[in-house]
T-cell receptor, first 112, second 114 residues
Framework: GENVEQHPSTLSVQEGDSAVIKCTYSDSASNYFPWYKQELGKRPQLIIDIRSNVGEKKDQRIAVTLNKTAKHFSLHITETQPEDSAVYFCAASKGYGQNFVFGPGTRLSVLP | DAGVTQSPTHLIKTRGQHVTLRCSPISGHKSVSWYQQVLGQGPQFIFQYYEKEERGRGNFPDRFSARQFPNYSSELNVNALLLGDSALYLC?????????????FGPGTRLTVL
């Protein structure tokens, strides 16, 4: 089955710097890759997603890139702010009725 | 518009007992998925239901079962509870099957098994 790895497990950056989180997946049939943000004690919330027919997608300070050949995708956050501090999860899915496989998460701390 | 709701919020059970967790999707959403999130880990997929039919099942033992009702709400049942079942159980709903459809998560039910 699908296996999703995520690095780093923890990341600390200074406010205003950029943060990059990387994920790799094992199943080449996976074709949808969402990213979720989970603040302490709260539910996961979708922040951006990308489909396999797209190489990059941006939404204001957040971008995701996908390399299907290498089977990895990355989350990029620019101009980080303290409110970006949270645990970020990547996930992969390969079709209707197929489950989402989540990575283990990255704890991002943005230091003021 | 109300989001996904789950009940109860917290639950404490002892080993061997049975538990039922409930989820109400966002109005108009027909798909519900269940996840188990152990502290410090990512959510693990348990079940996916769409139009009252099971459409996906994760790698969980038969002690776990679920169903979806005609109003699209859902129940997750766990029998013969083990200490390792202690976790946050998340429900997520989406308009249709969640590929390419954003999943909206509920607040979760925190289950503690003693």
């Amino acid at each position: 089955g699908e296996n999703v790895e995520q690095h780093p497990s923890t990341l600390s950056v200074q406010e205003g710097d950029s943060a990059v989180i990387k994920c790799t997946y094992s199943d080449s049939a996976s074709n949808y890759f969402p990213w979720y943000k989970q603040e302490l004690g709260k539910r996961p919330q979708l922040i951006i997603d990308i489909r396999s027919n797209v190489g990059e997608k941006k939404d204001q300070r957040i971008a995701v890139t996908l390399n299907k050949t290498a089977k990895h995708f990355s989350l990029h956050i620019t101009e980080t702010q303290p409110e970006d501090s949270a645990v970020y999860f990547c996930a992969a899915s390969k079709g209707y009725g197929q489950n989402f496989v989540f990575g283990p998460g990255t704890r991002l701390s943005v230091l003021p | 518009d109300a989001g996904v709701t789950q009940s109860p919020t917290h639950l404490i059970k002892t080993r061997g007992q049975h538990v039922t967790l409930r989820c109400s999707p966002i109005s108009g959403h027909k798909s519900v998925s269940w996840y188990q999130q152990v502290l410090g880990q990512g959510p693990q997929f348990i079940f996916q239901y769409y139009e009252k039919e099971e459409r996906g099942r994760g790698n969980f033992p038969d002690r776990f079962s679920a169903r979806q009702f005609p109003n699209y709400s859902s129940e997750l049942n766990v029998n013969a509870l083990l200490l390792g079942d202690s976790a946050l159980y998340l429900c997520a709903s989406s308009l249709a099957l969640p590929l390419y459809n954003e999943q909206f998560f509920g607040p979760g039910t925190r289950l503690t098994v003693l």
